[in-house]
């Protein structure tokens, strides 16, 4: 099965500009989750939705960041403005289920770096 | 809140050798755990998962863990190593409390180095 889609791969902007981030989930996967990994850090949950409903976007800074899943099917991630401490990669994952023990299947990640 | 400690940031082992990389959690409810490996400029892959049943439990490539509930410990292990087993591994805990979400939180990653 092809795997989780996500681009671009590399991304390098400015602080105060604006970026997104695409994802295609594995087709029939009805969960879809947005993680931040930090350099030196484990990937932090920023935002999981259900379809499209989101389930959990407590970590999500939501005065910067911005995500939706209009169709149930694919992503978007957005940041505006962007600052030098979002510079990261981000995962996207999606899961058949949101069952607690469905494991979660990652893209490559959006590596970004902002100056 | 649960959480996951990887207390290793690096582990050296020679090939051929047994390694294990170590992962302890924090839970309300049951633990249901994870290992994942990344490797460079990649996503993360799924090794392996505890949910219930036997206490050791076996994935992919070779790896295997044992669940054990006294110490609160899901630790990774591989009888011989390969050097192409290096890559950054990261252990994740979901809390299986009824009503407490299934959010997976990881550590911090323990970075394996397999030497020839």
């Known amino acids: 099965e092809a795997g989780v889609a996500q681009s671009p791969r590399y991304k390098i902007i400015e602080k105060r500009q604006s970026v997104a981030f695409w994802c295609n989930p594995i087709?029939?996967?009805?969960?879809l989750y947005w993680y931040q990994q930090i350099l030196g850090q484990g990937p932090k949950l920023l935002i999981q939705f259900q379809n499209n409903g989101v389930v959990d976007d407590s970590q999500l800074p939501k005065d910067r960041f911005s995500a939706e899943r209009l169709k149930g099917v694919d992503s978007t991630l957005k940041i505006q403005p962007a600052k030098l401490e979002d510079s990261a990669v981000y995962l996207c994952?999606?899961?058949?289920?949101?069952?607690?023990?469905?494991?979660?299947?990652f893209g490559n990640g959006t590596r970004l770096t902002v100056t | 809140a649960q959480s996951v400690a990887q207390p290793e940031d690096q582990v050296n082992v020679a090939e051929g050798n047994p390694l294990t990389v170590k992962c302890t959690y924090s839970?309300?409810?049951?633990?249901?755990l994870f290992w994942y490996v990344q490797y460079p400029n990649r996503g993360l892959q799924f090794l392996l998962k505890?949910?219930?049943?036997?206490?050791l439990v076996k994935g992919s490539y070779g790896f295997e863990a044992e669940f054990n509930k006294s110490q609160t410990s899901f630790h990774l292990k591989k009888p011989s190593a390969l050097v192409s087993d290096s890559a950054l591994y990261f252990c994740a805990v979901r809390d299986g409390v009824t009503g407490g979400g299934n959010k997976l939180t990881f550590g911090t990653g323990t970075q394996l180095k397999v030497e020839l």
């Open positions: 087709s029939g996967h009805a969960t």
């Open positions: 994952a999606s899961s058949l289920d949101p069952g607690a023990n469905s494991p979660l299947h």
């Open positions: 839970v309300s409810g049951n633990p249901y």
């Open positions: 505890y949910i219930t049943g036997d206490n």
